[in-house]
Every structure is written in C-alpha cells, then in structure tokens.
C-alpha cells in the first residue's frame, strides 16, 4: 500500500474514533478512549467487528448483487 493512502487511513481512523468519542451523550473516559484507540491499532478491521472466518472473493461477489 502507498505510503500516503496508509497515512489517511490511520490519521482519519483517529480523527473519526475521537469525533465519535466526543458526540456521545455520556461518553466513556479519557483513559478508555485512549486504551481503545491503541488497542485499535494492532487489530485489522476484521478483528475490530468480530469476524473470524474471511469470506471468499466469490461470497463477497455473490453479497454484493
């Protein structure tokens, strides 16, 4: 991956974390948001919305139509 598009992933990953962090109505604290935005980084977003078992390019081609 081209450096600059991995730069734009993580810096506007934070940005969007924190932007959603501060709409809450009774957001979580400063020392939770900062554990989940490092946990964050070392997980694929797989990872992040629990799924275990990768889809196969043709499920994902069959999903989309």
Known sequence: ???E???ELIISGLFDIIKC??????????ETITAIVMKT???TPLDMLG??????????IHDIK
């Open 1 to 3: 991956m081209p450096t």
């Open 5 to 7: 598009f991995a730069w």
């Open 21 to 30: 962090w501060l709409r809450q109505a009774d957001p979580v604290s400063p």
């Open 41 to 43: 980084r070392f997980m």
């Open 51 to 60: 799924i275990e078992d990768l889809p196969t390019r043709g499920d994902l």
